[in-house]
């Protein structure tokens, strides 16, 4: 046969691990597993037989269950020589797809492989597992780490590192958005969306040591809205959460809002995108400031580092009538109203402070100055308006605020 090692590419990633061997058997071979998943199953499975000439290795069937695991054939292709058949990896078959096939099947590929050794629980920064003899083996696990290794003599110690994500990370810069923005502006009254997005692990590997993550915990601070906690909604990787058994809770307590997230090591990836989403109104107490609102996730009742910010604002409209032959006379009485890009006109809920636009200026809300002849529009959004000074329904004078509110 001509060099062998071809058939499979070096595979290093979360799920998997195969390093080639280029000379001969070892009688004794050992694999250590370091970051091992606390409390999982290990165990070596067999898949297939290796024979080495010079530097040259075949793999070969041990029997043929090996080919009845779903889509054995869609990645692998077999030639029988002699009393041998011999197992290459497919032409357009990718590393990716290999890591998938033995990722998606490694149960079925542990019943028909050959176990070596009794399964083994991973505890501490590592443990050891035991081959016997060469060939091409899975390091079989209970939870998300399992991998393959060839063993040779050239690798009689074969190391299999945990590629499992250290901790959950959230990106403080693009982890939190108000309508997909970084910074938004509204009326008062208006709803808005908040995203919160980080991403998921199903273990924290640290210090050498994987320790399963139970709960998530999302905790947001829209400051001047009213949360609508019934808008709440998880998901992950872009499909609804989904853990089988557990449920989301979502309580609010003033301008907070938290989000708790169950969470297993069997339902999802090793590493996931999971966006939190939820609706609030701005409310009155909110006039023409700049609210600041923070995010923040733990995990098993740690912090994830990093609290992504948004800002949302609103405006003020401030208006000043004086004489016109002298501007030191302020005038009180003048009365004003307020139009959009639109044409229609501002409008304040005198109980809520809900800012709208209306088609009738009859309906408008109409400001008066005082004795400073100051008076003003609040709740504002940034844009375009129109100030008319009106006597009764009619406009006296128009002014065009051509930079608008920004």
């Not at 037989?49 to 290795?57: C, F, I, K, L, P």
């Not at 939870?143 to 959950?168: G, I, R, W, Y």
């Not at 008062?188 to 399963?212: H, R």
């Amino acid at each position: 046969m001509k060099n062998m090692k071809r058939i499979f590419a070096l595979l290093v990633s979360v799920v998997m691990v195969l390093c080639m061997g280029t000379v001969a058997f070892a009688a004794d071979g050992d694999i250590t597993v370091n970051g091992p998943i606390e409390g999982a199953k290990y165990q070596v499975i067999k898949i297939f037989d290796a024979t080495m000439s010079g530097d040259a290795v075949s793999y070969t069937l041990i029997d043929n269950k090996i080919t009845e695991v779903t889509d054995f054939n869609t990645i692998f292709t077999t030639t029988s020589a002699g009393d041998k058949t011999y197992v290459t990896k497919k032409e357009g078959v990718s590393d990716e797809d290999l890591i998938k096939w033995i990722k998606d099947n490694k149960d079925a590929i542990k019943a028909a492989g050959v176990a070596k050794g009794d399964e083994v629980t991973g505890t501490g920064s590592s443990i050891k597992l035991t081959t016997g003899e060469l060939g091409y083996y899975m390091v079989w696990s209970s939870k998300d780490d399992t991998v393959a290794v060839s063993v040779d003599t050239a690798h009689p110690e074969a190391t299999v590192n945990s590629k499992l994500p250290s901790t959950p990370s959230i990106d403080p810069e693009e982890g939190k958005k108000v309508d997909g923005k970084d910074v938004n502006t509204m009326n008062v009254g208006d709803t808005v969306t908040f995203t919160v997005t980080f991403t998921a692990t199903n273990y924290e590997v640290k210090d050498g040591v994987s320790t399963p993550i139970n709960q998530y915990v999302v905790t947001d601070t829209p400051n001047g809205f009213d949360i609508n906690k019934d808008t709440v909604a998880v998901t992950v990787n872009g499909s609804a959460y989904a853990i089988e058994g557990k449920t989301i809770t979502s309580a609010k307590e003033g301008d907070v809002l938290t989000v708790t997230i169950p969470w297993d090591q069997t339902t999802y990836n090793t590493s996931n995108t999971v966006v939190v989403t939820y609706s609030a109104k701005l409310t009155n107490k909110n006039i023409a400031n700049e609210s600041s609102n923070k995010a923040k996730v733990t995990y098993d009742g740690k912090d994830i580092p990093g609290e992504p910010e948004v800002y949302t604002y609103n405006y003020k409209i401030n208006i000043e009538k004086v004489d016109d032959a002298d501007a030191t006379k302020k005038l009180e009485g003048a009365k004003f109203v307020l139009k959009d890009s639109e044409g229609k006109y501002y409008h304040v809920d005198e109980t809520t402070g809900a800012v709208t636009f209306v088609a009738d200026q009859k309906d408008a809300t109409v400001v008066t100055t005082d004795e400073s002849g100051t008076a003003n529009f609040a709740g504002l959004k940034a844009g375009q308006y129109t100030l008319v000074e009106t006597v009764g329904d009619y406009p006296k004078n128009c002014v065009n605020l051509h930079n608008g509110v920004e």
